[in-house]
């Protein structure tokens, strides 16, 4: 299959060094993802005038911006800082590989904390993060009351990944800001493309429809105050669920505000992740996390599909393809589902 060529802007320290190295090329590759771990960005190198090695020798904590163009269109992949530095060698030639991670990931965010959160919302700690860190929290975070949650050895964008995910929120950070996704709100979106399975290089699809049930429970048992707190929550119409069994939630709850949010994303988490997987396509600008496809032509497999993570590489030559992992969010209508 052809690869579309595309056009591309490095700026390195705020100085565009695309045509002093586009003959060193020799492949570059983005990776976004839809929350938690850093966006990266590896840019290899021919080096067989050992510059790199020398002379050229970034420095760590360098910014690189990578902007990539296809027609009319651009994908602006964001601000970098250099963090790792490789070099190897054979009897074909040197190379060497400059990887970054995104900017917004500073090492005041990497850095490991410990702090116990006590009678606060979601919110509340959400912003009070934010502020620590200088950065402005975006979207309508739920107001869910937290008795207490501690912080132990993490790192901030680390602990909100992982308070936030068993109610479906997602923490990510864009520049100075640190949003806030709803599950419902991401996964719910309209499909940016449509594609076919004879636009694809390859697929790799899965269905595990063990995995989906009808309702939720959630139960849990408070031995001190010896209270016991439950939610039953029922499966949402356009959730692909084929099963009749009810999804059983074993988690501390500590009032029915945190059941009911708990019950409600852990059905559907369960009943959007029976048919996910891997694909490859020749490169598409649109295919970033966080967007919604269509996909059609694959059988009973067709639906709308949510990208969680995309990698968008450019070879030497300029060709650019694009990868992602990815799960289905919704079925459609059955004359989708004939496969060509």
Not at 123 to 130: D, L, M, S, V
Not at 223 to 251: G, M, W
Not at 291 to 304: A, E, K, P, T, Y
């Amino acid at each position: 299959m052809i690869l579309p060529v595309v056009d591309y802007t490095i700026i390195y320290n705020a100085k565009d060094i695309s045509r002093d190295i586009s003959g060193q090329i020799l492949n570059i590759q983005y990776t976004d993802k839809i929350s938690g771990e850093s966006d990266s960005l590896e840019i290899s190198l021919e080096d067989s005038d050992l510059l790199w090695q020398n002379s050229w020798y970034p420095v760590k904590g360098d910014t690189v911006q990578l902007v990539i163009r296809l027609d009319s269109r651009q994908l602006d992949c964001g601000m970098f800082e250099v963090d790792e530095l490789a070099s190897s060698g054979s009897i074909d030639g040197d190379r060497f590989i400059i990887r970054a991670l995104a900017a917004s990931i500073s090492k005041k965010l990497r850095t490991k904390n410990s702090h116990a959160h006590e009678d606060k919302t979601l919110r509340e700690i959400a912003n009070t993060i934010a502020a620590k860190l200088g950065l402005t929290l975006v979207g309508k975070v739920p107001d869910i009351r937290i008795h207490r949650v501690n912080q132990y050895r993490e790192s901030d964008l680390s602990f909100l990944g992982r308070i936030g995910k068993d109610y479906g929120c997602i923490f990510s950070v864009r520049g100075n800001q640190l949003i806030f996704t709803h599950y419902l709100d991401l996964e719910a979106r309209n499909a940016s493309l449509i594609l076919s399975k004879q636009q694809l290089i390859s697929y790799d699809l899965r269905d595990t429809t063990n995995k989906t049930f009808k309702n939720s429970k959630v139960r849990h048992h408070d031995p001190y105050k010896k209270q016991t707190v439950s939610y039953f929550s029922k499966a949402d119409d356009n959730a692909p669920s084929q099963s009749a069994d009810d999804l059983e939630i074993r988690s501390r709850v500590e009032n029915e505000q945190q059941a009911e949010a708990k019950g409600k994303y852990a059905l559907f988490k369960s009943n959007t992740e029976g048919v996910g997987g891997d694909i490859v396509l020749p490169g598409e600008l649109l295919f970033v996390s966080g967007n919604n496809f269509q996909l059609n032509g694959v059988g009973r497999m067709s639906g709308i599909y949510h990208i969680l993570e995309s990698t968008h590489t450019i070879n030497r030559d300029g060709g650019y393809q694009t990868a992602g992992n990815i799960k289905r969010v919704k079925t459609i209508d059955s004359v989708n589902f004939k496969t060509k």
